[in-house]
Each structure stands twice: as C-alpha cells, then as structure tokens.
C-alpha cells in the first residue's frame, strides 16, 4: 500500500530563519506531487506541483521554493521566513495505479508558526 | 474559469440530524467531483468522489450525487455523529492539467 510521510509534524521559527519541509511517498513510483498551503481557517493554496524529477511547477509567486531531488521525495524551502509563511502545510500525491490522475492523496501535514 | 462554491460555514447539528452541505460549480465539459474531509489537526482524506453525470459517490454513510443539471454535488448524510464534526472541501478537476480547484470549504460541528 501507498503511505505518505511529511516532517516535521510541527516547527516554530523565527522571522528571516531558513525553511526546509520533506515530503517522501512510499509504495508507487513516479507520483504527481503537490505543495499546499493552509491559513488559519481559511482553504487550500496550491502552492507547487511536480511531474517528475527536477521538474516544479510554482502557482504562487512568494519566498518559498520547492525541489524533488528523488522520484518520491519532494522539498519546500525558504531562505528567509516571513510571517505571512506560518500555516499548515500539506503535501499530497497523485497518480495511483489504476486511479485516475486527479485524485489526490495527502500527508498529515506540517504546521509551520513563524514568530 | 472553472471554480467551486460551497455553503459557508459553520454548520452546527445535533447528533442523529440530517446533513446537506451545498457544493456548486462552473466548468467547461465533465470534471470529476470529489469531497474531502479534514478532522481537526490532520491532512485531508479523500470522502467520495463522483467521475461522470448521474454518478453517485458514498462512503461512511455519506452520499453526493454528480448532478449536471443544477451543475451540482452537495454532501448528504442522514445521521450524523459527533466524530463526523471537521471541515469538509468540495474539489472539481481542472480537465487541462487535473488539478483540483477547491470551494473554501464548511466546517461541520456537531453537538451531543
């Protein structure tokens, strides 16, 4: 079976403090892989996706970047926090064997304060 | 473009009440449909999910039906319990590159 691991579960920085968040599938190969951003309250922003190895797509201009340096393993990255970055952060992925490619399946998250 | 509304919320039953949570949309040709659950401090679980017109997505006593007429997919469950209290998002997929494009989601609370 397919799981999906995020790390770390939580993380308080501080303003102008660098930002590096994991995301690892497990159990399928070749995945579409997703960031998402979570405000307080508030809905998803799809923040970056990937089709492949080294190959990101970014749907929200901003101070965070994202890698996959690995088939399975996919890297949101910051060189200065803001205080505006502080939200919950999913990964998420697609592209199950026999699955539709649209259906998408998450982690549990990272919750990122910035102080 | 395409896009996702949902009612807003919060919405506040009492345990064993019916639930609807309206979830409209806009889109050009037939996108899946699909609702996801968040519980509280956890990544979101795929609930159901409808591919074609007239289809009708179930799980754990929830229900959607893919309605191309009304251009909608609302979330009925006809019992509720106090555990199904979260936030549940309503996504279309976007048929040029299947994203999913989210309603804002409605936050369910229900009271014993």
């Known amino acids: 079976s397919q799981t999906i691991h995020q790390w770390p579960a939580t993380l308080v920085q501080p303003v102008g403090s660098p930002l590096s968040l994991e995301c690892t599938v497990e159990?399928?190969?070749?995945?579409?892989l997703y960031w998402y951003r979570q405000a307080a309250g508030r809905g998803l922003q799809l923040l970056f996706y990937?089709?492949?190895?080294?190959?990101i797509s970014s749907e929200v201009p901003q101070n965070l970047s994202a890698s996959r340096p690995q088939d399975r393993q996919f890297i949101l990255s910051s060189k200065k926090l803001l205080l505006s970055d502080s939200g919950f952060y999913l990964c998420?992925?697609?592209?199950?064997?026999?699955?539709?490619?649209?259906?998408?399946?998450f982690g549990p998250g990272t919750r990122l304060t910035v102080l | 473009g395409d896009s996702v509304t949902q009612m807003e919320g919060p919405v506040t039953l009492s345990e064993e009440a019916f639930l609807t949570i309206n979830c409209t949309y806009t889109?050009?040709?037939?996108?899946?449909l699909f609702w996801y659950v968040q519980y509280p401090g956890e990544g979101l679980q795929l609930l159901l999910k409808?591919?074609?017109a007239d289809d009708k997505g179930s799980n754990k006593g929830f229900e959607a039906t893919y309605r191309k007429e009304t251009t909608s997919f609302h979330l009925e469950k006809g019992s509720v319990q106090v555990s199904d209290s979260a936030v549940y998002f309503c996504a279309l997929s976007d048929l040029s590159n299947y994203q999913l494009i989210w309603g804002a989601g409605t936050k369910l609370i229900i009271k014993p």
């Open positions: 990937s089709v492949g190895i080294g190959q």
């Open positions: 998420a992925w697609s592209g199950l064997a026999g699955v539709r490619v649209d259906t998408q399946y």
């Open positions: 889109a050009t040709g037939y996108p899946s």
């Open positions: 409808a591919t074609k």
């Open positions: 159990g399928t190969s070749n995945p579409n």
